[in-house]
């Protein structure tokens, strides 16, 4: 069993949809959580960044984090052809250097 | 503000011949440094980090090496190249020894090797 699991699409939604993606991992030690987003042939960007339980939002986008459930996931509102990326999450402990990705799920939004 | 560069972008190299990937971060200090490959339609896999000049942690064993000759200067190198190094190499830095712990990524370069 992988470490962090995330379903990779392809997901295609209409523009102005509601975009949910989602990762569920199964290292308890797990704290900090992330969400890149990456275009073709580009590096990932950051878009979020949260510690432990909770949500956060940013914008049209919100990260939210069950750690009783193992599980996190990206709402994306009002949904736009500029989302369509590969979006990934990423996961670590405290005091870990090192980050675990998901294998990323593939966003097309369609005007 | 921090600005991380890599180079070259794309590199076409036979099989057996040597590398040399580049990545340098700006507007930092003493940055913790990392280098991932992603295959085409797969995930991101650590092949180096490192937390200090001179300091390198191998998470892959292969026929790839890194280095880091200055404190915002990291080199991934091979001394003879296999098909299945062809990828996209992302360089990747994070704030050292402090409470922040999410990684910024490079523009990437992608390598085929033929």
């Known amino acids: 069993q992988k470490e962090v699991e995330q379903d990779p699409g392809p997901l295609s939604v209409p523009e102005g949809a509601i975009v949910s993606l989602n990762c569920t991992y199964s290292?308890?030690?797990?704290?900090?959580f992330m969400w890149y987003r990456q275009y073709s042939r580009k590096g990932p960007e950051l878009l979020m960044y949260?510690?432990?339980?909770g949500n956060k939002e940013d914008g049209r986008f919100t990260a939210q984090v069950d750690k009783s459930s193992k599980y996190i996931s990206l709402f994306i509102r009002d949904s736009q052809p500029s989302d369509s990326a590969t979006y990934l999450c990423?996961?670590?402990?405290?005091?870990?250097?090192?980050?675990?990705f998901g294998t990323g799920t593939r966003l097309t939004i369609i005007p | 503000s921090q600005t991380i560069h890599q180079w070259p972008a794309t590199l076409v190299q036979p099989v057996g011949s040597p590398l040399s990937l580049e990545c340098t971060v700006e507007?930092?200090?003493?940055?913790?440094l990392y280098w991932y490959r992603q295959a085409a339609g797969r995930g991101l896999q650590l092949l180096f980090y490192?937390?200090?000049?001179?300091?390198i942690s191998s998470e892959v064993p292969q026929n790839l090496s890194a280095s880091r000759p200055q404190d915002r200067q990291f080199i991934l190198s091979s001394k003879k190249l296999l098909l299945s190094d062809s990828g996209f190499y992302l360089c990747?830095?994070?704030?050292?020894?402090?409470?922040?712990?999410?990684?910024?990524f490079g523009p990437g370069t992608r390598l085929t090797v033929t």
């Open positions: 990747a830095w994070s704030p050292g020894g402090g409470a922040l712990y999410e990684q910024y």
């Open positions: 290292n308890s030690a797990f704290q900090y």
């Open positions: 949260t510690y432990s339980s």
């Open positions: 990423a996961m670590k402990d405290f005091g870990n250097e090192k980050l675990t």
């Open positions: 507007g930092t200090s003493n940055p913790n």
């Open positions: 490192s937390v200090g000049i001179g300091q």
